[in-house]
């Protein structure tokens, strides 16, 4: 298999998405089906997106076509700079977008398909091989789960220790990830986004509340 | 001739056209079946007509996922290039447009299933509504049907949840309608053009999920949640005077309770005998990829081309057609096309390979083209055919004059096709009617063909040979130089032989003045029928076919231009 450019696959996937999102929203509100306003953010979403995904990036190597008359949304979309030139901005963002939209039946396709976009984005900034100290997307994100569980457990095992396992069971599972410490939470967020950082995120000592 | 000529232009409209009204015709009839159909008539106080928009979308769409499988089985359509049939080249030509078929049935796909889907929202979105409290008077009662043990339901939604996306995911269409819609996005957002070119490889994996799609499209209706009265129930349930009555269902004698029952999938009917005709075609493709193919020759061109003579247990081909080449060592899933260079009277046959991407620059890498170093033959690597496909040049043989365009790798076709003129034109035993070809070889870039100028050279030997010095005319027009070329061609102008290609027939440079072409050859042959063929881009094909139109003369018997419109 040679080189597959993935991320050409996903900004032809992520401009579908976007006309589906906008077809499924003008049906919803068109229809004023229940809980019809996600229709409407549907469309706002999708004509963001269309817009967003319609000049086509530059390949690697070779040429790359066009879509017509690109270069006038081409001048807007360079005005964001880095938040619309990175492609890890672009899955995370595509993500979000569309979360919303999975709340209403019309739009689920287009949430599936932007979902699936965002991956596929995500999925193009995995890394050939390890550069110098740069590690794979996978085993960072792998880290990080790692991380977090770590530190819910010494969290748990703390809580542990000063109550009575009822209490623990009480505790409803949304509860426990809100209470991790912020700081754990920003080297997390380091670890994800950061290339090439040379060290291992470090297990913060967890407080109780 | 001339009626098939008028026929060949017109057949693929014929074609279009007469797909689009079978569409047509099946979506209004069942629009206006459902429309009119008295057990739908209680479904309807729910739904409306988006039932008949729904249900009509339905088998448009069951039709076109029964045809589209059925152009890209490429033996299937070699075995009936195979049988003969009247009027054989129009027909054969349509056979090629298999591609451009397929890719129209998909566009029909994707237009009927957004009719489908938003169709089935809105009867979801009814559905769901009429469970609600504020539903009243027949439509109420029509929902609570099935509440108690005796009653077959009409609503398929029996509570009212607070999310409608719940109750779609609670249904095997529900699922099965949403994975469905998934494949085809991601089949089509990988096919593009852009994609295909980009990465051929992308394209090709991802289109595999089209076996989700059918799997999916199979069991889509199992769940029967199109329900319509039964007809015991309609003959014992007088519709026009008991709707009114819904409170006195129960109590009256003349209005029993309505019985629904769910309409029974038919699907799988529709694409059964092409899944599979489709399985057969790839398990006749895995057969031949299993057929021993012998490498008797290797010859690695100086510019980055290869040639291979194979042979493999009986193969036949014609000039003009193409085959397709896998090798496992390389990739054990592509199969790429190359057109055949050889003529079929040879004992082998042939293609040349150019190295223009991935799969090609590891082909000449894996044969050795690249190092200096001999191969032995036991070491070269396996290669399976499948083939040859495409329409034969042999229309060729029917004209007393031809005039052949070539455009850079548009030469490939007829090299096979000069190869065998040659062969037949040295068995002594059938004269031939055709007897004189003018070819022209328009190319930016000479090196690349250079296997072609030495086949040409070869050609031009063996004609004055044989006597036949005038049979062949060929012009090559050079359209790209840098300036030393020039120079260099300017100081040898006066030799005898072309200083690029060692023909004696010089090389011109820019393109081809074809308003001088034609009416020098029109003045040649003041009353033949010419054939017209052409390899190469679409601009350069309008071009041609414009010349054929304003040099053929009004009078029958004068001279005519045939424009043979083919995509090799």
Same mark, same amino acid.
């Given at each position: 298999?040679?080189?597959?450019?993935?991320?050409?696959?996903?900004?032809?996937?992520?401009?579908?998405?976007?006309?589906?999102?906008?077809?499924?929203?003008?049906?919803?509100?068109?229809?004023?089906?229940?809980?019809?306003?996600?229709?409407?953010?549907?469309?706002?979403?999708?004509?963001?997106?269309?817009?967003?995904?319609?000049?086509?990036?530059?390949?690697?190597?070779?040429?790359?076509?066009?879509?017509?008359?690109?270069?006038?949304?081409?001048?807007?979309?360079?005005?964001?700079? $880095?938040?619309?030139?990175?492609?890890?901005?672009?899955?995370?963002?595509?993500?979000?977008?569309?979360?919303?939209?999975?709340?209403?039946?019309?739009?689920?396709?287009?949430?599936?398909?932007?979902?699936?976009?965002?991956?596929?984005?995500?999925?193009?900034?995995?890394?050939?091989?390890?550069?110098?100290?740069?590690?794979?997307?996978?085993?960072?994100?792998?880290?990080?789960?790692?991380?977090?569980?770590?530190?819910?457990?010494?969290?748990?095992?703390?809580?542990?220790?000063?109550?009575?396992?009822?209490?623990?069971?009480?505790?409803? $599972?949304?509860?426990?990830?809100?209470?991790?410490?912020?700081?754990?939470?920003?080297?997390?967020?380091?670890?994800?986004?950061?290339?090439?950082?040379?060290?291992? $995120?470090?297990?913060?000592?967890?407080?109780?509340? | 001739?001339?009626?098939?000529?008028?026929?060949?232009?017109? +057949?693929?409209?014929?074609?279009?056209?007469?797909?689009? &009204?079978?569409?047509?015709? +099946?979506?209004?009839?069942?629009?206006?079946?459902?429309?009119?159909?008295?057990?739908?008539?209680?479904?309807?106080?729910?739904?409306?007509?988006?039932?008949?928009?729904?249900?009509?979308?339905?088998?448009?769409?069951?039709?076109?996922?029964?045809?589209? +499988?059925?152009?890209?089985?490429?033996?299937?359509?070699?075995?009936?290039?195979?049988?003969?049939?009247?009027?054989?080249?129009?027909?054969?030509?349509?056979?090629?447009?298999?591609?451009?078929?397929?890719?129209?049935?998909?566009?029909?796909?994707?237009?009927?299933?957004?009719?489908?889907?938003?169709?089935?929202?809105?009867?979801?979105?009814?559905?769901?509504?009429?469970?609600?409290?504020?539903?009243?008077?027949?439509?109420?009662?029509?929902?609570?049907?099935?509440?108690?043990?005796?009653?077959?339901?009409?609503?398929?939604?029996?509570?009212?949840?607070?999310?409608?996306?719940?109750?779609?995911?609670?249904?095997?269409?529900?699922?099965?309608?949403?994975?469905?819609?998934?494949?085809?996005?991601?089949?089509?957002?990988?096919?593009?053009?852009?994609?295909?070119?980009?990465?051929?490889?992308?394209?090709?994996?991802?289109?595999?999920?089209?076996?989700?799609?059918?799997?999916?499209?199979?069991?889509?209706?199992?769940?029967?949640?199109?329900?319509?009265?039964?007809?015991?129930?309609?003959?014992?349930?007088?519709?026009?005077?008991?709707?009114?009555?819904?409170?006195?269902?129960?109590?009256?004698?003349?209005?029993?309770?309505?019985?629904?029952? &769910?309409?029974?999938?038919?699907?799988?009917?529709?694409?059964?005998?092409?899944?599979?005709?489709?399985?057969?075609?790839?398990?006749?493709?895995?057969?031949?990829?299993?057929?021993?193919?012998?490498?008797?020759?290797?010859?690695?061109?100086?510019?980055?081309?290869?040639?291979?003579?194979?042979?493999?247990?009986?193969?036949?081909?014609?000039?003009?057609?193409?085959?397709?080449?896998?090798?496992?060592?390389?990739?054990?899933?592509?199969?790429?096309?190359?057109?055949?260079?050889?003529?079929?009277?040879?004992?082998?046959?042939?293609?040349?390979?150019?190295?223009?991407?991935?799969?090609?620059?590891?082909?000449?890498?894996?044969?050795?083209?690249? &190092?200096?170093?001999?191969?032995?033959?036991?070491?070269?690597?396996?290669?399976?055919?499948?083939?040859?496909?495409?329409?034969?040049?042999?229309?060729?043989?029917?004209?007393?004059?031809?005039?052949?365009?070539?455009?850079?790798?548009?030469?490939?076709?007829?090299?096979?096709?000069?190869?065998?003129?040659?062969?037949?034109?040295?068995?002594?035993?059938?004269?031939?009617?055709?007897?004189?070809?003018?070819?022209?070889?328009?190319?930016?870039?000479?090196?690349?063909?250079?296997?072609?100028?030495?086949?040409?050279?070869?050609?031009?030997?063996?004609?004055?040979?044989?006597?036949?010095?005038?049979?062949?005319?060929?012009?090559?027009?050079?359209?790209?130089?840098?300036?030393?070329?020039?120079?260099?061609?300017?100081?040898?102008?006066?030799?005898?032989?072309?200083?690029?290609?060692?023909?004696?027939?010089?090389?011109?440079?820019?393109?081809?003045?074809?308003?001088?072409?034609?009416?020098?050859?029109?003045?040649?042959?003041?009353?033949?029928?010419?054939?017209?063929?052409?390899?190469?881009?679409?601009?350069?094909?309008?071009?041609?076919?414009?010349?054929?139109?304003?040099?053929?003369?009004?009078?029958?018997?004068?001279?005519?231009?045939?424009?043979?419109?083919?995509?090799?």
């Amino acid at each position: 298999m040679g080189q597959i450019e993935w991320a050409m696959w996903a900004n032809e996937q992520a401009l579908a998405s976007g006309l589906i999102l906008i077809t499924g929203g003008i049906v919803a509100t068109a229809g004023r089906f229940t809980q019809w306003y996600f229709g409407a953010y549907s469309i706002v979403a999708g004509v963001f997106v269309c817009l967003l995904e319609y000049p086509r990036g530059k390949r690697k190597k070779g040429s790359t076509m066009e879509r017509w008359g690109q270069k006038y949304m081409t001048a807007v979309v360079k005005l964001f700079g $880095p938040f619309t030139r990175n492609y890890y901005i672009r899955a995370v963002l595509h993500l979000l977008l569309s979360v919303p939209a999975g709340f209403l039946l019309a739009t689920i396709l287009g949430t599936a398909c932007l979902a699936i976009a965002s991956g596929i984005y995500l999925l193009s900034q995995v890394p050939p091989a390890h550069r110098g100290n740069c590690r794979p997307l996978a085993v960072r994100l792998l880290v990080c789960v790692h991380v977090k569980c770590a530190v819910l457990s010494v969290y748990a095992f703390h809580v542990r220790k000063w109550s009575s396992v009822s209490r623990l069971t009480d505790l409803p $599972p949304a509860g426990l990830s809100f209470r991790t410490p912020s700081c754990c939470q920003t080297l997390m967020a380091v670890a994800l986004f950061s290339r090439g950082h040379p060290h291992a $995120p470090c297990l913060p000592a967890a407080t109780h509340s | 001739m001339m009626g098939c000529w008028i026929l060949n232009e017109g +057949l693929s409209t014929i074609l279009v056209l007469l797909w689009l &009204g079978i569409n047509f015709y +099946l979506f209004i009839d069942t629009f206006y079946w459902y429309e009119e159909e008295e057990s739908f008539h209680y479904t309807r106080v729910i739904l409306g007509s988006t039932l008949a928009w729904a249900r009509a979308s339905a088998l448009c769409l069951n039709f076109n996922c029964m045809l589209i +499988l059925i152009p890209i089985s490429r033996n299937l359509i070699s075995f009936i290039r195979g049988t003969s049939i009247c009027c054989r080249g129009p027909w054969r030509r349509q056979l090629d447009k298999n591609l451009k078929f397929h890719k129209l049935v998909a566009y029909g796909i994707a237009v009927n299933a957004t009719i489908h889907i938003v169709a089935h929202f809105f009867n979801l979105e009814r559905y769901h509504w009429s469970q609600s409290e504020e539903a009243q008077g027949l439509l109420a009662a029509l929902s609570k049907l099935g509440n108690t043990p005796n009653e077959s339901y009409l609503n398929p939604v029996r509570t009212f949840p607070k999310n409608t996306t719940t109750e779609l995911l609670r249904t095997i269409a529900g699922v099965t309608g949403l994975v469905i819609s998934l494949a085809l996005v991601l089949i089509m957002t990988s096919s593009t053009e852009f994609i295909r070119q980009a990465s051929y490889e992308l394209f090709w994996y991802t289109h595999h999920v089209f076996i989700i799609f059918f799997l999916s499209l199979a069991i889509h209706g199992t769940g029967r949640i199109v329900r319509g009265q039964t007809q015991d129930s309609l003959s014992l349930h007088n519709i026009t005077f008991c709707r009114d009555r819904y409170a006195e269902w129960q109590t009256v004698a003349q209005c029993p309770v309505p019985q629904f029952s &769910g309409k029974e999938p038919s699907a799988w009917k529709w694409i059964l005998g092409p899944v599979v005709l489709y399985a057969c075609e790839r398990i006749i493709r895995f057969w031949r990829f299993q057929q021993e193919v012998v490498i008797t020759k290797v010859v690695s061109h100086p510019s980055g081309v290869l040639e291979l003579h194979m042979k493999k247990r009986g193969f036949k081909m014609a000039p003009g057609q193409y085959i397709l080449v896998q090798c496992p060592a390389i990739s054990s899933l592509e199969w790429h096309p190359f057109t055949l260079t050889s003529a079929p009277q040879e004992d082998f046959f042939s293609v040349h390979i150019r190295a223009a991407g991935d799969w090609t620059a590891a082909l000449l890498e894996a044969f050795g083209a690249e &190092g200096q170093v001999l191969q032995e033959p036991w070491s070269l690597p396996r290669l399976a055919v499948d083939g040859p496909f495409g329409t034969a040049l042999t229309d060729v043989f029917h004209y007393p004059v031809c005039v052949c365009v070539a455009a850079g790798i548009g030469v490939t076709p007829f090299a096979a096709l000069l190869k065998s003129i040659w062969y037949k034109c040295s068995e002594a035993q059938t004269p031939l009617k055709l007897s004189k070809v003018y070819f022209y070889w328009i190319c930016r870039d000479a090196r690349a063909f250079e296997w072609f100028a030495d086949l040409l050279l070869s050609l031009e030997t063996r004609m004055s040979e044989q006597g036949k010095t005038h049979f062949l005319s060929y012009h090559i027009f050079l359209t790209g130089w840098d300036e030393n070329q020039a120079v260099h061609i300017a100081l040898h102008w006066d030799e005898n032989t072309d200083v690029i290609t060692g023909l004696k027939q010089k090389t011109f440079y820019g393109r081809p003045n074809w308003n001088n072409e034609f009416k020098q050859i029109a003045y040649n042959h003041p009353s033949s029928s010419i054939g017209v063929f052409f390899c190469g881009p679409k601009a350069l094909s309008r071009t041609l076919q414009k010349m054929c139109r304003l040099y053929s003369s009004a009078d029958p018997r004068g001279v005519h231009f045939f424009y043979n419109k083919e995509s090799f």
